[in-house]
Each structure stands twice: as C-alpha cells, then as structure tokens.
Nanobody, 117 residues
Framework: QGQLVESGGGLVQPGGSLRLSCAAS????????MAWYRQAPGKEREWVASIARTGVTSYATTYADSVKGRFTISRDNVKNTVYLQMKSLEPEDTAVYYCSAPSQRLWGQGTQVTVSP
C-alpha cells in the first residue's frame, strides 16, 4: 500500500506564505483525486482543497470558501507530489494539514502549520 508524506509546515507570521508538499511513495498518475484537509485544535478535520482529473492531462481544482483566492493546489505526476501553496495566511489557518488520496483511503501523517505574530 502506498504512503503519503507531508512536509513544508512551520511557523509563519500573519500575511506570510508557505508551500506544503505531499510526496507519494508510488505513482499518483492513476489517482484521479488528491486533496488537502486540515484539523485545528479542538475542531473536526475539514476539507481544504481538491485537484481532480477532468481529462487525460487536465485537472480541475476546488477550494473551501475559507481559503479560496489564497491557497492553490497543484500536482506533479512525474514527481508523484501534490502541493498546497498558501499565501496571505491568517491565524485561523493554524492547523495540522493532511494530504489524502480519498479513493485509495490514503492519508499522510500531517504537517503542522502555525500562523502567529
């Protein structure tokens, strides 16, 4: 069974940027949907963004309203990596961020993002 490993989290000031990476141990080419979720302290895990195949080499992205316009999800099928570029970060974005391949029931271990002055 494949594995997903997130990286790129850390401490950043409000208004700052981070790029999260999710490296898969196997090929993600055949996985139609990859997604990012997050879980803040004391809250349930919530969906953040998805990237879904719409054609042989085309994909569509969708975002939670809370991150729309600030976060960008992308994937590199050659590097078997999914990214989450985050900008204009807010304290409310503080959470553990998880990468997922929902159809494969795969989850990473998570990476902590803390937004604080």
């Amino acid at each position: 069974q494949g594995q997903l490993v997130e990286s790129g989290g850390g401490l950043v000031q409000p208004g700052g940027s981070l790029r999260l990476s999710c490296a898969a141990s196997g090929s993600i080419f055949s996985i139609d949907i990859m997604a990012w979720y997050r879980q803040a302290p004391g809250k349930e895990r919530e969906w953040v963004a998805s990237i879904a195949r719409t054609g042989v080499t085309s994909y569509a992205t969708t975002y939670a309203d809370s991150v729309k316009g600030r976060f960008t999800i992308s994937r590199d099928n050659v590097k078997n990596t999914v990214y989450l570029q985050m900008k204009s970060l807010e304290p409310e974005d503080t959470a553990v961020y998880y990468c997922s391949a929902p159809s494969q029931r795969l989850w990473g271990q998570g990476t902590q993002v803390t937004v604080s002055p």
